[in-house]
């Protein structure tokens, strides 16, 4: 959205006398027409049409930056969809790990950020230990840093401690095969079984692995 687009929308509007408008009212906001509106904006396709077209990028933006644009916009495009709508998070970080050098999004994908990973850090450097409750944010920085390694160790720890989130162990699953530990996975997979509610997300999650890395699942 360059400085056309902002005049066009702002058209006819007010000047805002309160950072937070609304905030105050008991009148809810209309989600879903904010999703609709935000929604033309962050499809991935248009919105980096638009900034190709834009006559301020076209100026300062250097040639040999703009092929490699098209994943950048789908990670803020799939981010959106994320925090508006719901998504496949293990999809979404499958995205972000095998695609890109991107922190933020990953961090975020495992529900965390950069001031959590460092309180997180810290506590567990205190500590002498991982703390429990460190531990999700530190996973979630191992796989930031593409530490696969790590995120499994801290995830084996949760194993033995006993799965507090179903999520961490369908995380280890698909850690164990992006590593190339099939074998691993598919040992851990029937331990679970009986934890293991029969969804969509399951029925995608197996067929992945197994398309993708030639995973067995139970049963």
Not at 11 to 25: A, I, Q
Not at 30 to 48: E, I, P, T, V
Not at 170 to 195: D, I, R, T
Not at 206 to 218: D, I, K, N, S, V
């Amino acid at each position: 959205m360059d400085s056309e687009e902002i005049i066009r929308i702002t058209e006819g509007v007010e000047p805002l006398s309160d950072f937070y408008p609304k905030r105050l009212t008991d009148t809810h906001p209309d989600l879903k027409a904010a999703y609709q509106f935000g929604r033309n904006y962050f499809d991935s396709s248009a919105a980096l049409r638009r900034f190709l077209s834009s006559s301020f990028i076209k100026e300062t933006w250097p040639q040999e930056w703009r092929k490699s644009l098209d994943l950048f916009f789908l990670v803020r495009e799939t981010r959106f969809i994320s925090e508006m709508s719901g998504s496949n998070w293990l999809a979404d970080l499958d995205l972000y790990l095998r695609h890109t050098r991107l922190r933020t999004p990953v961090l975020a994908v495992q529900n965390s950020d950069e001031f959590r990973l460092t309180f997180a850090e810290n506590f567990a450097a205190r500590s002498g230990s991982v703390p429990a409750e460190a531990s999700p944010d530190l996973i979630a920085g191992a796989l930031a840093r593409r530490e696969s390694p790590a995120a499994i160790q801290l995830l084996k720890a949760e194993k033995d401690r006993g799965f507090s989130n179903i999520n961490d162990f369908f995380l280890l699953l698909y850690l164990y095969c992006l590593n190339g530990s099939v074998e691993k996975a598919e040992a851990l997979a029937p331990a679970q079984a009986s934890s293991i509610q029969k969804d969509w997300f399951v029925d995608w999650l197996w067929g992945e692995l197994q398309a993708q890395f030639g995973f067995h699942p139970p049963g």
